[in-house]
């Protein structure tokens, strides 16, 4: 019971707990990319949204995008929820957020593909409890705080959804969510600036949300969701699953759940991949940064299964313990403690600060800290469905 003895441990030093959010960035930390020297793989990505400047930004590390744009795609147009529970959806988390970018681009699209009014576009910030929402549409919005705050679905939420959706679209429902959390971080902390036609803009005029600490509340002790054992997988679900087998065949009960899904299993195990084995990040940066994160979310399967990663990183077990401490810790380097930080800055507010930007610009390469947000919003995406899916950690492994 390692990660709960931690747990009670080092109860208060999760994320940290200041006030308020940071002001917006009012300029972009990271140009556009220069349309009149791109390269071949910059114009294919940009062949058909070269005017938006999320991915004019992100242009910059096309590898990275096109490991992560598929599920991107799949949740924005091929899911099976409801164009206005989708919007719903990722427009409550970018309020949570505090993503003017986000608010901006999916104001418009909940008009022009939900049908969405003005009045509900507001309320989506002002008042879950509002009479222009259906007890669904309030499960929606309610599962989006619960997700940001709590980092798992509750029980009553869960029951509500529901009564209207299968739990193959409660899923997409929650990584819709869960990505635009994401979304938010990378949004945020790379000071992506609105585009001058908009004309959907985020509320001004309302109370901030409060920013999110660590969570506190009880996790399942048994799944929600069945896993999918190895008797049952049809030959697709076989082939999916192979690339993620333990060396000695074991099929985790993360993948064996996920298998539930399959449109939804193939997007997120490339992106999923691509952080854990093909991005820049050195080893020992790539497991701070995932701990870190699933200590800040309480997520006890992801970190027991990466003490096994960061020791193979070479870290101690002092280290490990460490991680549950945060950034303080006698035992960080500067550099060490810059991604603590950052993982710590991420959770609480979605946005990297000037100081820890800065602090990881003298180590990491403007591709590697464009990585290290995808890495704690990836994970924290990973943790989510964890924790709302009820998946249970394998016998040998610390819990």
């Known amino acids: 019971m390692r990660f709960a003895v ?21 300029e972009p930390r990271l140009a556009v990319v220069d349309e009149s020297n791109l390269t071949e793989a910059q114009r294919d990505m940009l062949a058909s949204r070269s005017s938006l400047n999320i ?8 590898d990275l995008y096109n490991r992560w744009s598929p599920l991107g795609q799949f949740l924005l147009n091929g899911s099976s929820i409801s164009a206005r529970h989708r919007e719903m959806a990722m427009l409550r988390m970018g309020w949570l957020c505090q993503s003017p970018y986000e608010w901006s681009q999916h104001a418009r699209i909940a008009k022009a593909s939900a049908g969405m009014s003005e009045a509900e576009i507001r309320a989506i910030a002002a008042d879950l409890n509002s009479p222009l929402w259906s007890p669904i549409d309030r499960a929606v919005l309610k599962m989006a705080d619960e997700l940001r705050y709590d980092a798992m679905i509750s029980d009553a939420t869960w029951a509500e959804l529901r009564k209207t959706y299968s739990e193959q679209q409660i899923m997409e429902l929650f990584y819709t969510s869960a990505q635009y959390q994401l979304v938010s971080m990378a949004l945020n902390t790379l000071g992506i600036q609105i585009e001058p036609e908009a004309v959907d803009f985020m509320p001004k005029d309302l109370p901030q949300p409060r920013v999110a600490t660590r969570p506190t509340g009880p996790r399942l002790a048994t799944p929600r969701v069945a896993p999918i054992l190895e008797p049952a997988w049809t030959p697709a679900q076989r082939a999916m ?7 000695n065949g074991e099929a985790l009960n993360l993948y064996t759940t996920l298998l539930n899904h399959p449109k939804l299993y193939g997007p997120r195990a490339r992106f999923g991949s691509y952080l854990q084995r093909d991005g820049l990040l050195d080893p020992v940066t790539r497991e701070l940064a995932i701990m870190r994160t699933a200590w800040n979310i309480r997520a006890s399967y992801e970190w027991a299964h990466h003490e096994e990663s960061a020791r193979s990183a070479g870290l101690s077990a002092e280290q490990i313990a460490a991680i549950a401490v945060g950034p303080s810790a006698k035992v960080w ?41 995808y890495t704690v919003g990836g994970y924290t995406m990973t943790g989510l469905a964890i924790n709302s899916l009820g998946i249970q950690t394998e016998p040998g492994y610390p819990a």
Not at 9 to 21: D, I, N, Q
Not at 241 to 247: K, S, V
């Open 55 to 62: 991915y004019r930004t992100l242009a910059n590390h096309v």
């Open 6 to 26: 931690i747990a009670a441990a080092l109860f208060v030093t999760g994320c940290a707990s200041a006030p308020g959010f940071s002001p917006r960035l009012a």
């Open 241 to 247: 699953i192979t690339p993620q087998l333990r060396p």
């Open 333 to 373: 380097t500067q550099k060490q403690a810059a991604v603590l930080t950052a993982a710590d800055e991420l959770r609480r507010e979605a946005f990297i600060s000037e100081a820890t930007w800065t602090e990881l610009a003298k180590y990491y390469g403007m591709k590697e800290r464009i990585e290290i947000v």
